[in-house]
């Protein structure tokens, strides 16, 4: 029970202290400390990020979601192709998804041109790719569960 606990709260705010944790979770510091220690070294926590308002940090890049429709592989499935697709900077997130396609990628680049290159010169040239469907990001509102964006003022004049 106290590592799901830790998790959800690691999820909301991975900078909380050990000590601000263990008052969270009526424990020890030192029980949180290595509660945490043993989630990092099972591979159940695998690193830390950072949610980052793109706009606000004035990073000129361009993120899409790549629907993938692939053959399985034999002996492997979906994994080894899964696993290449993985290994390119641009990909971000690689997931099996049920319904029309198989994989969903997430993708980062400088520009429009240059995802549209990644995809027709590096993903759809991949043997087992049978076809793509490639989607821009024009607007982050929410990202694992933080608000990017506020509400913002209504710019437009009031007419009567």
């Known amino acids: 029970m106290l590592e799901k606990e830790l998790l959800q709260l690691l999820k909301q ?14 424990t020890t510091k030192t029980i949180v400390a290595d509660t945490i220690a043993t989630l990092e070294h099972t591979g159940v926590i ?15 890049t361009v993120s899409a979601y ?7 592989q034999p002996n492997c499935g979906f994994d080894e192709l ?8 641009e990909v ?15 993708v980062t680049g400088k520009s ?7 995809v027709a010169q590096r993903l759809s040239t991949i043997n087992g790719v049978l076809s793509t469907a490639t989607h821009f990001v024009l ?8 608000l ?7 710019e437009r004049s009031v007419v009567s």
């Open 13 to 26: 705010n991975a900078r909380l202290s050990n000590e601000e944790l263990a008052v969270m979770l009526n």
């Open 46 to 60: 695998k690193g830390y990020s950072v949610i980052v308002d793109e706009e606000l940090a004035e990073r000129d």
């Open 66 to 72: 790549i629907e993938l429709r692939i053959t399985p």
């Open 82 to 89: 899964a696993r290449a697709i993985s290994s390119y900077e």
């Open 92 to 106: 971000d997130s690689v997931t099996l998804m049920s319904g029309s396609y198989d994989l969903g990628l997430t």
């Open 112 to 118: 429009l041109r240059d995802i549209a290159n990644f």
């Open 139 to 146: 607007k982050r509102y929410k990202e694992k569960g933080i």
């Open 148 to 154: 990017i964006q506020g509400e913002s003022e209504d």
